[in-house]
């Protein structure tokens, strides 16, 4: 094991549903503080945002034959488009759907075919939301997240974590908490929070995947 | 809260839209508010959006002379793609549909994607930012201005337009000229409740104020010991001409944020007209209420607008919807 | 508040309606609300009044189809008997005057001695009391019950009688016609602040509802933990209809308190209708909104007005009023 | 002195101007506790329009010659009936206005003038608005106080504290009190409380007439 710090490396289809569920369930759970956070220096919707719109994740995963790690991403990538609505809906999309979209149809993917997938999905959330690390926003975590995924899941839970944290003394520069100015410095972005929820849930996956002997 | 639950609280708000107003068609399970009559024929369609819980905005000001369909999201939270497209596809009359909608970055997102997929629909979509909020410095560091009380002046303007017969080019020039010559400024004198939260959305001890608000609960730019009714009109109105120094007579909208009452909101429009007067600013039309609201935020926001004899006729012209009602 | 000071808080808001409202002449020295138009030659003229704080009610009415004039008095004080004798002077045709006069003992001996001194200037006064609110028993125990609700549809349809030329003692049948079959009743989610007491008028914990409130911010009947929206209406269709049980179609007023939100009330509304559609009892027109409030109170109060053919013509009549409007 | 407990007796114009403005004095210290009481049971703005309309008294009294105690009392009551406004506009307008119209033009009057005249003042309150002792208004201190002051001023002002007292326990039957039925109980009466501020007004007067050498 110690030896094998990274496995597992072979990721199913089934791998990426418990993901996604595991997630939603991180999501709900937390989802009062990331409105709490929210509404320090934003309109207090964060959480109810992305429970509402997991939730219907949950639901279109169990309504769907999908197999492919690829399908199932950009099909919650299309459900949080349509259920989220707010800044985050269409990111969140955005960041599933290309990242799903980059995985292509293969049935199995590995953590390094993952981690480059979603460095494309992340690169279209800074396209589309036109943001930059230091903005405080949720590319503080996923942008360093998505880079640390190439070296392990834990790393790149860590390293979401970092970054989530690392926004607090930030002055936001995209998003509503931008219009608060200075006053915006001082509290953790929302976003990158949630979004180190999602890296974390990634890495107990992995975790989980890998105690059940589905890993290398 | 007068609420059953957090969740089905927009539902249940359209519901009772519904049985109020049966001049307009209510598609609660998709959320899209239309003019019962739509599409009418030959005429340009206005569509708008945005989060739930700054009624009347954008439902109330629903048929004949402004909006042909509105999209209500979430409380604060913007509408999906999915509404926009439907609501564009309800109105289109084949002179196609113009989008406004309110500088932010949920608002600006989802509507564009909209945009992309109404058009790949053949509805020809045209889109107008409003961004009127002096508060907020439009700069590579914030996300732009905010959309706030100028939002009623495009949707009516530009409404009248539309039916007055002009083309999509045309009521879309017509909204941004009205959006260019528009400045408002909010204060809160207490924060909001969201139904999803159940707390105030910030703390705001009483004899403090929040200057500089938008319209969902979040903190100003500035906190300050109370002021009175004079000085905050002072302070609005020097921070709206610091910014556009209008040369022809305006446009006026005194806006409460839902938890002011109208005597409150009476008395200091009289202020604002005061500082106005001082300032030789003259004021051509003036509306005074809660139009633009947050929820039960109490406070109020100022919106000048700029305006000439051609924006003068579109204001004046008939309008009938459940907020917003003159002329035949 | 957004406020100057407490003592010019009614002057205030005259000042800034008289801005807002040019179809209006406001004294606002003697604190009188008259149409610009007053006297209408042949036609009864309607004057009410009472303390401030209810807007839109009483000056938000003023106009054809409604009141001829309005008389505020300070914050939840009835006014005095000099203004209603001034209002009637400046309304007056000829034809006679009537008091819409809200069932509060300060309101009753004010416009009582109104009507006297009116009359002694050659005035022909009517008066019809309001007095519509199930929360209070009407017995030798109380001042009797309070007029709240349908206050607006009194006005609103004596209004319109007159305005169709019916004479004073005919105006006044059916303002006690509509007074006789209307019930309301109130529910506070949290009270109100005035202007000169600066703190809310009685301690209410989140959590916690009064049900049975009148619009002065004084506690209702009784306490209860919060209820659900559903729960609401239910115990307020089902106290109204205790009392009146309807077989004709009713109006429907669902009466923001001033607080509460409109993507709120809406929700409320729908189940009102739910609960009056499980009673059998048909909605003939309905009115969603803050027509008759108390300051910054969050609730919201419902009422039934039972009518039959005229009444609803008489409702269905032209009004343009700042606060209600419809009709050419 | 101690035989004389119930000096002055001769009651002048001065006197009568005297007591008006000591009780527009006590009125205006006292308003935020009339307001308070007003907000248990009413609608917070006992003090506000007792203060309006006893500002109202003094500024008319400065501005009129009149010197007979009558002419002076109807003149404050027309004030408050023209300035107050709710219940206690008309109610204590009449009040003062009926005492001074049964006083007549006399330029001095004795105590017992003044007792038998309040007491006509107080059958006119009573008339104008359908209440009785008992009822939890401003009667249950001022019947006490026009009966007692035929004994003496300090009688008056001891029955009238007293009565204000009384009304603690009593649920209200007139005035918006009564729409609380029950939970009127506990609280003592606004205008029972004025009521008494005035009485009290009186004692003082005479107390300092007297020390000033004014009384008999
Ligand atoms: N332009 C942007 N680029 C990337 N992320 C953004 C941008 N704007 C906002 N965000 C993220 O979205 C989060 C807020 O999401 P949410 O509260 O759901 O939406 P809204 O701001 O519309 O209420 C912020 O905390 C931030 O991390
Ligand atoms: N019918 C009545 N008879 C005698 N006194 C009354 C009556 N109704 C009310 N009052 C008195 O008036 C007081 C309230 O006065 P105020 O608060 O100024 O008027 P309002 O009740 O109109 O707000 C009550 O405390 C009570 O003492
Ligand atoms: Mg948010
Ligand atoms: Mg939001
Ligand atoms: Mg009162
Ligand atoms: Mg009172």
Known sequence: ?216 | MLINVPETVVADALRGMAAAHPELTVDVENRVIVRRDAPVADKVALVSGGGSGHEPLHGGFVGPGMLSAACPGEVFTSPVPDQMVRAAAAVDSGKGVLFVVKNYTGDVLNFDMAAELAEDEGIQVAKVLVDDDVAVTDSLYTAGRRGTGATLFVEKLAGAAADAGAPLERVEAIARRVNENSRSLGVALSACTTPAKGSPTFELPPGELELGVGIHGEPGRERRAMMTSREIADFAVDAILDDLRPRNPVLLLVNGMGGTPLLELYGFHAEVQRALTERNIAVARVLVGNYVTSLDMAGASVTLCQIDEELLGLWDAPVRTPALRWGV
């Open chain 1, 1 to 216: 094991m110690l030896d094998q710090p990274d496995v597992p490396d072979v990721l199913d289809g089934d791998f990426f549903r418990r993901w996604l569920i595991t997630a939603a369930e991180a999501v709900d759970r937390e989802a009062d503080r990331l409105t709490e956070l929210d509404s320090a220096i934003g309109d207090a919707d964060h959480g109810a945002n992305l429970r509402r719109g997991f939730a219907a994740v949950t639901e279109a995963l169990a309504g769907s034959e999908a197999t492919a790690p690829g399908a199932l991403l950009a099909l919650a990538g299309r459900q949080l488009i349509s259920k989220v609505g707010g800044a985050s809906g269409p990111l969140y999309g955005t960041l599933l759907r290309t990242t799903g979209k980059t995985l292509g149809d293969a049935d199995e993917v590995s953590r390094a075919d993952l981690a480059q997938a979603l460095r494309a999905g992340v690169d279209a959330v800074a396209k589309l939301g036109g943001a930059a690390p230091g903005d405080k926003t949720m590319l503080d975590a996923l942008v360093p997240a998505a880079d640390a995924l190439a070296t392990s899941f834990d790393a790149a839970r860590a390293a979401a974590d970092k970054g989530a944290e690392a926004t607090i003394p930030l002055q936001a520069r995209k998003g509503r908490a931008s219009y608060l100015g200075e006053r915006s410095i001082g509290h953790q972005d929302p976003g990158a929070t949630s979004s180190a929820l999602l890296v974390t849930a990634l890495a107990e996956t992995a975790d989980a995947h890998q105690g059940s002997g589905g890993g290398v």
